[in-house]
């Protein structure tokens, strides 16, 4: 007999209309998800998830007072499942994927919904919810990029990653392996492009359709087209990205 | 005056012509040095304020007033309807649009890849306006790496815009558009825009009647932004536009756009 799981979900956002809109849509679209309660006041959120217990949380990030990290930061033990919503804010979208939380940008696509509720229910049999929070909420108070950590889903769970320990990811039939500075390289079924969304900042390039490198282990550019890594690597810079590459090295 | 004062005299001479000379020549080459600094920083400056140009022609092309409000009307058009979901879709499609217009408008380049993912978005949004009167095929070549070749952003969409709203809008029955994406050789491509609407040139007498502008203005900022793109030396772009009926027996529009890379030749694998 199939067993459909109830979502107890709770709903936070500061505007009247996303509450009812995402309320609406939930109703048509998630037929498992159960609304146990919604507000518009992120203090009176934190009070309702401590009370109800909820095991999945839509919360909205711009809040004036206290915004959506800044609830999450009151809890000692946020146990629960997270999908973030927002209407466009790159830093903080930045910080969710890098711990692989969900989000959802306003105005929400339906077919977003159904596929971040789905993984939702995924992660909440898997109770992953309280390492990837805690690992956000750590990530918000380290200043430096290359001082983070992300989170990578694999076969045997979470791997968690500081960004300066991976020397470069080599894209290979829609799989990723990541070569870090010890040890064995990992392997992520996510696309090398996934990667690159992620990794997406100052500190990464990706030279080649196939090759992200971190730019603190260049030891040397070789003008007919290679770039050489610590330990020797030796990776394949693309024609047609050669000259932005090195303009960017430049600087 | 003696002998030795003659000869102190003329050496002294010398000296003094020497020292002169020294500072003269000093003076001029460091003259001309800060000259040259000077040149160097001014065509720089020239280029970046070029650039921002370029960004903001590309922003200004890209967020057509037309296109934004043909896109609202539809929505509230399916509103009326009813057609929630409809409505939705249409609405989230249109948003995610305009994130890419924001995202690729700032880039310099983007991948062939990226750019048909763009195209094909703005081609669903106005599929959904002009309901089964439109459709298009986006053939690329197989011989085409899309992700390791290049183009700059948003210069094929107001192309098919002007395709959509010149040439189809205007025809009656069934309207295709078709973008042929061929490669010419290892770092070199064509793209096709081909329409079998009204033609180039009935669509310009159309506005010239109206005594409309806005044609005129968006080719006007397409050729402004190659003749940019090809003065930054970055690109070499040739841009070509017939009237189908010219040629053959069809109507409609072609436009050929040719990508040619021979600018980065003196760094060519070996």
Redesign the interface.
């Known amino acids: 007999m199939l067993k459909i799981m109830t979502i107890k979900t709770i709903l936070i956002d500061d505007e009247r209309k996303a509450l009812a809109i995402l309320k609406n849509?939930l109703e048509r679209l998630c037929p498992n998800v159960e609304i146990i309660a919604q507000t518009q006041n992120p203090k009176e959120g934190i009070k309702l998830i401590k009370n109800l217990n909820p095991d999945l949380v839509f919360l909205d990030i711009a809040m004036p007072e206290l915004n959506g990290f800044d609830v999450l930061k009151q809890f000692d033990k946020p146990d629960f499942e997270i999908i973030f919503a927002t209407a466009?804010d790159n830093y903080a979208i930045e910080a969710i994927k890098h711990c692989a939380i969900g989000y959802l940008?306003k105005?929400?696509?339906?077919k977003?919904l159904i596929s971040e509720v789905t993984n939702a229910v995924a992660n909440i049999e898997e109770k992953t919810a309280l390492k990837k929070n805690r690992q956000l909420i750590e990530n918000l108070g380290v200043q430096t990029f290359q001082k983070k950590k992300i989170i990578i889903p694999s076969v045997e769970g979470l791997e968690f990653v500081k960004i300066e320990d991976i020397v470069h990811c080599e894209g290979e039939a829609g799989y990723t392996k990541i070569h870090l500075e010890s040890g064995k390289p990992m392997l992520s079924s996510n696309s090398i492009g996934h990667f690159n969304k992620l990794l997406e900042n100052n500190e990464f390039y990706l030279v080649?359709?196939s090759h992200l490198i971190n730019l603190s282990y260049i030891e040397k550019y070789i003008?007919?087209?290679y770039v050489v890594l610590s330990g020797n690597k030796k990776i394949p810079v693309?024609?047609?990205?050669?000259?932005?590459f090195l303009e960017l090295l430049k600087n | 005056m003696s002998k030795e004062e003659i000869i102190f005299l003329s050496l002294f001479c010398i000296v003094l012509l020497v020292v002169f000379s020294i500072v003269f020549l000093f003076a001029t080459f460091n003259n001309r040095k800060n000259k040259l600094l000077q040149e160097q920083l001014e065509s720089k400056l020239n280029n970046q304020k070029r650039q921002h140009e370029l960004e903001l022609n590309a922003l200004r092309a890209q967020m057509n007033p037309h296109f934004v409000h043909n896109s609202l009307n539809a929505i509230q058009y399916y509103i009326q309807l009813n057609e929630v979901e409809k409505s939705e879709d249409y609405l989230a499609k249109f948003s995610k649009l305009m994130r890419q217009f924001f995202e690729y408008s700032r880039k310099q380049s983007i991948s062939i890849e990226n750019e048909i993912g763009l195209l094909k978005n703005y081609l669903d949004i106005e599929k959904l306006r002009f309901e089964d009167n439109f459709n298009y095929y986006l053939k690329i070549d197989k011989a085409l790496d899309t992700e390791e070749l290049f183009l700059p952003p948003m210069i094929l969409q107001p192309i098919l815009e002007n395709a959509i709203n010149h040439g189809i809008f205007h025809k009656e029955g069934q309207g295709e558009l078709i973008i042929e994406f061929t490669s010419l050789n290892e770092s070199s491509f064509k793209v096709e825009v081909i329409d079998n609407g009204i033609g180039i040139n009935k669509a310009k007498a159309m506005n010239l009647q109206k005594l409309q502008t806005h044609t005129e203005h968006s080719s006007y900022v397409l050729e402004e932004r190659l003749m940019l793109l090809k003065e930054s030396k970055n690109w070499n772009i040739d841009f070509k536009i017939i009237d189908r009926s010219l040629n053959s027996n069809q109507t409609g529009t072609k436009v050929t756009l040719v990508f040619k890379d021979d600018l980065n030749v003196e760094d060519y694998d070996h």
């Open positions: 849509k466009f940008v105005p929400v696509e339906n977003d080649h359709k003008n007919e087209g693309s024609r047609n990205r050669r000259q932005e």
